[in-house]
């Protein structure tokens, strides 16, 4: 057995434009469920924390993008760390699916605005953020369309942030564990043990960084399933 496995190209269930809405609302709830359970928003907060300590933004709102955004848990938990810091910010989620976005809104209570887009082509200015995140989204794409997201996210913001699954062994067997256990949503069944054999490696992810002009700046790590990397252009 090789000590990773080998990167798979599988669609996930909840890409399809046939899912179920019930079933996807319901997977959208278990993903902001582990996310606040396991660690995943915090590493996203450690990760703007990192980048505010590098590249200090004064005296107007921090604006953030979170691209493929789900149902914005992520950026529920940005206003809410600001909020505690007493800073201002603006916070903007992006996701290709319009029922998603639905979704979103509903959860988030007009504090994040909301925009229909597609991260490989991004519909804003160059430079309209400070910075810009992804979570558990850029496994979703091959390596040539994942540098392609990279790099507009680089074109929109001035510091890129991307917290992902790793791909492993132990990882894929605790989602298998886990999608057996906490839900019965079969949406998540499937798509957590597919999640981790799509995603990246941290030693592939530091290349694509590079490959899209940007400078690994600062990375963390949670528990050996989950990885977080920060980077700004060179």
């Given at each position: 057995?090789?000590?990773?496995?080998?990167?798979?190209?599988v669609a996930?269930?909840?890409?399809e434009?046939?899912?179920d809405?019930a079933?996807v609302?319901g997977?959208?709830d278990?993903?902001?469920r582990?996310?606040?359970?396991?660690?995943?928003?915090?590493?996203?907060?450690?990760?703007?924390?990192a980048?505010?300590r590098?590249r200090?933004?004064?005296e107007?709102?921090?604006?953030?993008?979170?691209v493929?955004?789900?149902?914005?848990?992520i950026?529920r938990?940005v206003?809410a760390?600001?909020?505690e810091?007493?800073?201002?910010?603006?916070?903007?989620?992006?996701?290709?699916?319009?029922?998603?976005?639905?979704?979103?809104?509903?959860?988030?209570?007009?504090r994040?605005?909301?925009?229909?887009?597609?991260?490989?082509d991004?519909?804003f200015?160059?430079?309209?953020f400070?910075i810009?995140?992804?979570s558990l989204?850029?496994?979703?794409f091959?390596p040539?369309?994942?540098?392609?997201?990279?790099r507009e996210?680089?074109?929109?913001?001035s510091?890129?942030?991307v917290?992902d699954?790793?791909?492993?062994?132990h990882?894929?067997?605790?989602?298998?564990?886990l999608s057996?256990?906490?839900?019965?949503?079969?949406?998540?069944?499937f798509?957590?043990?597919?999640?981790?054999?799509?995603?990246?490696?941290?030693?592939?992810?530091k290349?694509?960084?590079?490959a899209?002009?940007?400078?690994?700046?600062?990375r963390?790590?949670?528990?050996g399933?989950r990885?977080?990397?920060?980077?700004?252009?060179d």
């Amino acid at each position: 057995m090789p000590l990773r496995p080998n990167r798979i190209d599988v669609a996930e269930h909840m890409d399809e434009p046939t899912a179920d809405p019930a079933a996807v609302s319901g997977a959208l709830d278990d993903l902001t469920r582990l996310n606040r359970l396991l660690g995943g928003a915090d590493l996203t907060l450690r990760g703007i924390d990192a980048a505010l300590r590098q590249r200090p933004v004064a005296e107007r709102p921090l604006r953030v993008l979170d691209v493929a955004t789900g149902a914005a848990d992520i950026p529920r938990a940005v206003v809410a760390h600001c909020d505690e810091l007493g800073r201002a910010v603006e916070v903007t989620g992006l996701d290709v699916q319009p029922f998603t976005l639905e979704e979103a809104a509903r959860r988030t209570e007009g504090r994040v605005e909301l925009v229909l887009g597609n991260a490989l082509d991004l519909p804003f200015d160059d430079g309209a953020f400070d910075i810009a995140t992804c979570s558990l989204m850029l496994h979703h794409f091959q390596p040539a369309e994942a540098l392609q997201v990279l790099r507009e996210m680089r074109r929109v913001s001035s510091a890129v942030l991307v917290n992902d699954l790793i791909r492993a062994w132990h990882p894929w067997i605790v989602a298998k564990l886990l999608s057996h256990t906490v839900t019965r949503n079969e949406l998540t069944r499937f798509d957590g043990p597919v999640s981790v054999l799509r995603a990246y490696t941290p030693a592939e992810l530091k290349l694509l960084f590079e490959a899209a002009g940007l400078t690994p700046r600062w990375r963390a790590s949670l528990l050996g399933y989950r990885m977080a990397l920060l980077g700004m252009p060179d």
